[in-house]
């Protein structure tokens, strides 16, 4: 079967070729994509490569920082906490080389385990997405867009560097895998701390009831585990990532108070 | 001797790191057709109905093979040693593995074979699967083996590995404490960057040149002979580059299959595994349920041991009995126990077959052994080192199979750990020799065994 | 579609969603990228794409239009290896050699890159390939040593020339 292969040579073209984004696959760096094309778990008919789209840049203008969507993850290694660590925590060189942030924000949740690392980062660095898509393109916080499915086109995030930031994550037994239990937290210029984990659900998720008691690291990190709905996966047990949450929680909020 | 001690080069190394040493895959042919399995998708069914016509019709498909296509369906592994068969190459009627290989499809391309595999009609009628060794001996387990739930096939038609020696009963009645433990290591994927390969190549003159990553390469050749009913001088068997295998490639997995599709497409036939097949179908280190219980004395002699071995062997038998020999064997591990009660069983369930890697069978008896030597130590409060050092086996001291030791190292060995790892022993255990037992070191219950005679 | 290979030019007759693995392996005969898993995690196809490591069987043919690709027939032969591949020779750095020319184009990427000899370093650089044989030390001690030096002996010292009569690069 032969696929629609579409090369848009800008953002303008991305847009216009997604469409309302029904029937197509977008590819950026491929981590992804090609694998399910390999083990033919997807066949697509059309596929929109966005390598040449112009959609690669990291902008800062004053304390705004704005990411586009085929950034590759390895061009965030220098940003600060979360983000930064959280980046360079993935993969090895050569996937952080290949694999976007676009890719990676988008990933849709398996059935096996939970992906998308970049997603608890840039909750609690309260991001906005840009995207495009049915009804054209629009703005919105990360959260909105992520409970939106997936059916949109990302084109760009941005969000305000905060006072302090701080990433805790279990080790990974090998780079391959997905991480299992990653928490971030960052502390913005008004004062508001804010705390999000990914791993704990099948998207990123935000940890209010921690951050409601943030004050206190040890209590903030057993308030945790009424935000989340743990499960079982290939990665880690409910159990497990129930034991070790409170901790990763305690270490971020310790360290934002070290950084204040 | 000037090689020992001396820098001496690999001589692949240079291919090595060149790119130029050729594995399997590399090898190039002419007019070559790639394979794809049809694997069963469940643990455990009946295989109901099966149409190969839709995909042997498919534009590109060069052969579909299945267990009509084989001489000798069904051939052991060991049947050399006297292990009867039970494994068929491809399935018949049933299906007894999740991966477990139904049907190849030979095509010009990948994509053509794999949409050939989608096309076999096939209906299953699931079954009740079993996977814990435990519950294989209860009235009401699922049955999943023909020869019943367990291997009943050792010397004699026992239903397992026995050993019997000493008198078990009275070192029981003389312990001070009976220390018991249960160990449970888990299965292991061998994990070879190179996957399952085979390319097989049909010769103008009649034979069959097979390339293979095998690690046994004559057995392999035996096998596919067998299977294939042709005399060896039909087969040419390159081998000798194996892109790592850890036991996982003694089992013939790819050869005989890409073999009878290279004969019946008269074009040769390369079969690769995915990562994913390797992971599902290709065979395992077996998980074991070991239960070890000790008749102890307080001041540190072990006077008699009942063990339990349940070997997780998997659908089929393949190497297992070999495995759970090597068990009644090693039970003691490097220590002197006179008074013995060993059962090992080979036990089937609804995995993928298990098979040898990196010293089968003794790394998982070995680290029940050890475990519980340090378990013994603690709950007598005693050095580890001494517990060892004192139930040591010494020259003329006799192994759970009546072997008597000639030059035993545990001794020694335990003084070289002691000494790496920076501890100090105390005098009589610092000075301690592999001599035949003597004074204090024969105590009245290691006398009997001593005397032990023959096998 | 027309890709640049070590340095020379080849027309791709496969879709553009073909990985460069296959498209490597199965139209050019470059063989020495390995076909692992396919998915991203053993790094056995990695190539250097303008110089950075990249996973082959993830990279779509189309998108290495343009750009150079280098995969390790690229950096040495036998008759001239380079100072990572005598290093790995030097530091029986390869047991099996299935993942070898993957861990020689990522040390190459690191080393040309600035890399330092920490092993730490080192292990971060090459985390993302496996290896089942060595157990990874004499690797990272083989990459670590290819930072400070360019030239290794790769002979043997003791033995009689003669008596190895194996050639290199034997395969079957």
Redesign the interface.
Known sequence: MDIDVRIPDSSRAAAADFGDGSGVSVMAGGTIMMNLLNSYRAQPSKVLLLHKAGLSYVNQDGSTVTIGATTPLADLAGLPAPLGPCAANIGDPAIRGQGTVGGNLCAIASEEFPVGDLQGALLALGATVRSTGEGGERTEGLAEFLSSGGSRLLLEVSFQLPAAGAFEALRRPHTKHFTPLAVSGALASDGEVRLAATGAASTGVRLSSAEAAANDPSEAGQAALEDVTLADDALASAWYRGRTLPTLVERVLTQLKEQA | MKAVGARLPRYDAMGHVTGTTQFVDDVRVPRMLWAKMLRSPHHHAAITRMDTSRAEAMPGVRAVITWEDVPLLTYGHLEALGIPADEPLLAKDEVRYKGQPIALVAAEDVDTAMAGVDAIDIEYSERPALFDVRKAFDSDSAQIHPWGNWYPHFEGEMDRRKIRKGDIDEAFEQADKIISGVYRPAAIEHVPVETQVCLAVPESDGRLTIYSCTQALYFTMGVIAAHLQVPLNKLKVVGGTVGGGFGGKVDTASDTVSALAAMKAGRPVKWRWTREEEFLASSTRAPWHMEIIDAVTDNGWILGRKMLTLHDSGAYARFSPYGVTKHSFHHTGAYTIPNLHFDGYVVFTNRVPTTAMRGFGVTSISFAVETHMSRVANELGMDPYEVRLLNANRINDTSPNRIRYTDPSTVDVLQSLAGAEGVQLEGAYAGMTRDPRSGDLLPDHLVGQLKTEGH | MRIEVNGAGHNVTS???A?LLTVL?EEM?V??V???????????C?VLIDG????S????V??AVGSEVT???G????DS?SAI?QS??HH?A?Q??????GL?V?AT??VNGGGSDDLDSVA??????????TGYNKILEAVAAAVKSSEF????????KN??V???????
């Open positions: 879709p553009p969603l990985s392996r005969d063989t020495s390995k076909a692992g898993c396919e998915s991203g995690g053993c790094g056995a990695t950075q490591p990249r996973r069987c993830l990279t779509p189309v998108t995969t390790v027939e950096l040495g032969t036998p290896p591949q790995f020779i029986y390869m099996c050699g299935f993942c070898t020319p020689v990522a990427a690191y971060e650089a090459i985390s993302g390939h496996v290896c089942r044989c002996d790769l002979s043997s010292t003791a033995v009689d008596t190895v194996i050639k290199t690069g034997g395969a079957v």
